[in-house]
């Protein structure tokens, strides 16, 4: 099946500071997702993103499908956004079956 | 506007006993997925549902049953339950195999 990578596994940050999470996918996907999850379990769908770029406040996000990637972008991180952030992918031919990377855990501190 | 409710929320079963995980969607989504979270790892897909009246394995089905009751309810039922079924299970819905997923707050499970 679809092979998906999340770099890096852990990551520190002051508050203010900006960071880059990355996604690698093994094969073509029509499905990807970006997804927070908070200190207490909840999931956050923070993008619907097979291709292109969007942004929503002082995130933003953007899949280069042709290169097999997805980077989110967090601007001016503020001690809400700690957690664990997942990629999700689906594939053609696999219908809703997203495969989940093992994510990025993310701590901001003051 | 309530999105996926998940029932019950904590819950601490012994080997071999069963359960039934409830979920329910507000959104008049046609598809319902079951993950399990584990620690360290990503989520895994158990079953889904791509409408009403239709249900698939995912990646690790072995140990559970599902049944799409109608549009809104996707249940999850654990018939004898094992240690290696501790877990977080989470429930979500889309709109559609290619929309953005809405997940429930999960359920923690504890088999002993």
């Known amino acids: 099946g679809i092979q998906v990578e999340q770099s890096p596994p852990d990551l520190i940050l002051q508050e203010g500071a900006n960071s880059t999470l990355r996604c690698n996918f093994s094969?073509?996907?029509?499905?990807l997702q970006w997804f927070h999850q908070n200190p207490w379990g909840q999931l956050i769908n923070l993008f619907y993103i097979p291709s292109g770029t969007k942004q929503n406040g002082r995130l933003s996000a953007t899949t280069v499908a042709t290169e097999r990637y997805s980077l989110l972008y967090i601007s001016s991180s503020q001690t809400t956004d700690s957690g664990v952030y997942f990629c999700?992918?689906?594939?053609?031919?696999?219908?809703?079956?997203?495969?989940f990377g093992t994510g990025t855990r993310l701590q901001v501190t003051l | 506007n309530a999105g996926v409710t998940q029932t019950p929320k904590f819950q601490v079963l012994k080997t071999g006993q069963s359960m039934t995980l409830q979920c329910a969607q507000d959104?008049?989504?046609?598809?319902m997925y079951w993950y399990r979270q584990d620690p360290g790892m990503g989520l895994r897909l158990i079953y889904y549902?791509?409408?009403?009246?239709?249900?698939d394995k995912g990646e690790v089905p072995n140990g559970y049953n599902v049944s799409r009751l109608n549009k809104r309810e996707f249940s999850l039922r654990l018939e004898s339950a094992a240690p290696s079924q501790t877990s977080v299970y989470f429930c979500?819905?889309?709109?559609?195999?290619?929309?953005?997923?809405?997940f429930g707050s999960g359920t923690r499970l504890t088999v002993v």
């Open positions: 979500a819905s889309s709109e559609s195999f290619t929309g953005g997923y809405t």
């Open positions: 549902s791509a409408s009403e009246g239709t249900t």
């Open positions: 999700a992918v689906g594939s053609p031919g696999t219908a809703s079956k997203l495969t």
């Open positions: 959104m008049n989504h046609n598809s």
């Open positions: 094969d073509s996907v029509n499905n």
